[in-house]
């Protein structure tokens, strides 16, 4: 009986939600995204007033890390010196996303297990993971775009072979599916097992959350830092120019060689 109560309670994007202009809204989801944004948006407006030339503050020098030595060092070596433009992003991806999950580790269910939660980790959900692969994506591709022009950004999809074209457009399509479900995913799992584990055992609900909850906030740490250096590799591979340095080269090779037949002779 109990496995059939977990079997019941255990749902997948059912939220309470209404309808605006032919839209379905999840309120829960809404109302933690808002939360989210509202939390990153105080977090820069608190920077912007203290940071200092001088000697920074704890809060500064979190960030000073993060944008640096984290974010900046990755983008440089993933995309070289143009890298550091998009630096900005996945700063904004990584604390956007992590704050997103670690919103779910706020006890805000009224029942644990029984009761959905007031303020549930939006990423939980699959239209927030869904939406910000998507926005990656779109802006991966029109990078690519400006970086190789629209014939070379047509003719890498035929790389190395033409034969390969289908393969590499498949690649292209699973991109954002791959990004969605793992972050999806892992944060949806963590809220499984405390449904689970509250249906078949009530009495240790209690003792397991608080045993969980910090493996969810490292597990929310990881997959925020995952979906930014995804970002920054996408970016990285959208931009490069290994093709044309590829061809140039032969180019420059084939000349030579010309040159030393001729002089020889």
Known sequence: MRTLYAAKTITVGVHPHLSLFGLTIDTDIAMSTLLALAIVIFMGLRLRATVTDGVPGKFQLLW????VDIVGDLATSAVGEKGKKFVPIG??????????????????????GQSGEIFPAPTSDVNLPLALA???????????????????????????????????????????????LRLFGNL???????????????????????????????????????????????????????????EKHEK??????????ETSQ
């Not at 991806?93 to 269910?109: D, E, M, Y």
């Not at 420059?252 to 037949?261: I, P, R």
């Open 91 to 112: 700063v904004t991806v990584f604390i956007f996303v992590l704050i997103c999950n670690w919103i779910g580790f706020l006890p805000t269910a009224m029942h644990p």
């Open 134 to 180: 998507l926005f990656v994506i779109t802006w991966v591709h029109i990078e690519s775009v400006r970086a190789r022009r629209l014939g070379g950004y047509l003719r890498h999809y035929g790389k190395p072979y033409a034969a390969l074209t289908p393969i590499n457009l498949v690649e292209e399509v699973t991109k954002p599916i791959t990004l969605t």
């Open 188 to 246: 949806f799992s963590g809220g499984l097992m405390i449904v689970v584990v509250a249906a078949l055992m009530a009495k240790a609900v209690g003792p397991f959350e608080i045993i969980w909850k910090p493996f969810d906030l490292a597990i929310g740490a990881i997959q925020a830092y995952i979906f930014m250096l995804l970002t920054i590799i996408y970016f990285g591979l959208a931009m490069s120019h290994d093709e044309e340095h590829e």
């Open 64 to 67: 000073e890390i993060l944008v």
């Open 252 to 261: 420059k090779k084939e000349k030579k060689q010309t040159a030393v037949l």
